[in-house]
């Protein structure tokens, strides 16, 4: 299983990006998908996750500003991320589970400048 994060970099604060993760070694239409994010010195948390029926839910701190999807052609999810604030600054990760194992993609810098 590979899980491979893109779209990461520097963003003022307000500004949006979206991330990518594209997937490999999983039927990835019948996956749930899911985004965690890593602050320094903090835990990893869930950020965000999509079931293979294309039901998402979100942590409390991104309701109403980022968004879920995912595209099981290119067998990738994406994090939408609008209106960003200083305190989403994070390493992002990808994860997957299969056979109850977890998968992580190797994660991507998000900067959010004040």
């Known amino acids: 299983v590979q899980l491979q994060a893109s779209g990461g970099g520097l963003v003022q604060a307000g500004g949006s990006q979206r991330l990518s993760c594209a997937a490999s070694g999983i039927i990835f239409s019948s996956s749930a998908m899911s985004w965690y994010r890593q602050a320094p010195g903090k835990e990893r948390v869930l950020v965000a996750s999509i079931s293979s029926g294309r039901t998402t839910s979100y942590a409390d701190a991104v309701k109403g500003r980022f968004t879920i999807s995912r595209d099981n052609v290119r067998r990738t999810v994406y994090l939408q991320m609008n209106n960003l604030k200083p305190e989403d600054t994070a390493i992002y990760y990808c994860?997957?589970?299969?056979?109850?194992?977890?998968?992580w993609g190797r994660g991507t810098q998000v900067t959010v400048s004040s």
């Open positions: 994860k997957t589970v299969r056979a109850g194992w977890n998968y």
